[in-house]
């Protein structure tokens, strides 16, 4: 008898001892981040960063593939027994020599994973992880010229690739409240000193707004620069108006977490007929996130600019577009984008 068939053999008299449990649930306990297992990570310190913001340092399983700068990862956590998951960008450069990788979170309103990462995450916690995904990154041919365009945690992805590719001319025009409010400061300020960035801080509490007309004096060379943008939409749409006005857009990149504009609908009831969920939704609430705080694994990769990774077929009911009003109603091949629909009566998702 071959290795393999007595190996085949060993495991299913494995499985008649452990059932109803499977010798891979027992082997979870012991070694959960082995090869083979699903991909998890293992979390191993908490850094704030700011008052509302931490760094979590993760130690992913052995099938992690790595990542390149400015991509993200979601990440499931199990929050008060839900498993919920949220996509970040990872902060840490791609070759880490100690093979942990970084993800740096700023908890927001309401925001159930956040919160729970930023104030409650202990090392030790495991998390499920997916692969790295996502094309805002660095081109291989490094530009003479660099312009990071960043508000808020927009700097989180470009973090990734300050920390990972050197310029010889990089520039930083970045948005946020206040001084105490600007994620990874004191390193940026670091990179200033050792004459590797050149940082406009533009603080809103006091200074207003960015008005993108204001490149011109804060960054006169502007339109000579490959520029990486990610914040709020209203900055980056105001980016790509600019820079379409100029002729410029090839040399505009931009990521969008998620889409700005939010109209009130009628909801109803949700059912996600391969799991077998059924919830109640509002009108105002994407159907990305209705799933998620379910504990349905729904694709996406919509908050990170990946555009249609969450399209799902809906099976039955109606759904309403957040950002036109439009309703589409079921029909047989009918595809939504999760991210950007919410109930509009009772409906079947596929998921």
């Known amino acids: ?32 981040l082995r090869a083979g297992a699903d991909l998890r990570g293992r979390i191993e310190a908490v850094h704030p960063e700011t008052q509302d913001a931490a760094t979590i340092v993760i130690r992913p399983g052995r ?28 902060t840490s450069p791609a070759d880490r020599r100690d093979g942990r990788v970084t993800i740096t979170v700023k908890a927001i309103p309401d925001g159930k994973v956040s919160n729970h990462l930023v104030r409650r995450a202990k090392p030790g916690t495991l998390v499920q992880l997916d692969q790295a995904t996502g094309d805002f990154v ?3 041919a490094k530009p003479a ?20 590719t050197v310029f010889d001319d990089v520039v930083m025009v970045h948005c946020a409240p206040r001084p105490q409010d600007v994620i990874f400061r004191d390193e940026l300020h670091d990179l ?27 960054v006169p060379d502007w339109a000579e620069r490959e520029t990486w943008a990610c914040g709020p939409a209203g900055l980056l749409d105001a980016a790509e108006e600019h820079w379409s006005r100029h002729g410029l857009q090839g040399r505009l990149h931009t990521e969008r977490f998620r889409p700005g504009v939010v109209v009130a609908g009628a909801g109803g009831e949700v059912t996600f007929s391969t799991t077998g969920r059924t919830v109640d939704a509002d009108g105002a609430t994407p159907l990305l996130d209705v799933g998620e705080d379910a504990g349905v694994l729904m694709p996406s990769g919509c908050r990170m600019g990946i555009c249609f990774g969450c399209v799902t077929p809906l099976k039955a009911g109606a759904v309403r577009d957040l950002r036109t009003g439009e309703i589409t109603e079921a029909e047989p091949g009918v595809l939504i984008q999760t991210c950007v629909s919410a109930a509009a009566g009772p409906c079947d998702i596929e998921r």
């Open 1 to 32: 008898m071959t290795s393999t068939a007595l190996r085949s053999r060993a495991w299913k008299l494995l499985e008649m001892v452990t059932t109803p449990l499977l010798p891979s649930d027992y082997l979870d306990l012991v070694s959960p």
């Open 63 to 90: 099938g992690w593939r790595g990542h390149t700068a400015g991509q993200y990862v979601r990440i499931g956590v199990d929050v008060d027994g839900v498993r919920l998951w949220r996509a970040y960008s990872v």
């Open 138 to 140: 660095l081109p291989q």
């Open 145 to 164: 010229k660099v312009l990071y365009l960043t508000a808020g945690s927009g700097i989180t992805p470009v973090m990734g690739m300050l920390r990972d």
């Open 192 to 218: 200033v000193a050792d004459g590797k960035l050149r940082l406009t801080e533009v603080h809103t509490a006091t200074d207003g707004m960015l008005d993108i007309a204001r490149l011109d004096a804060l």
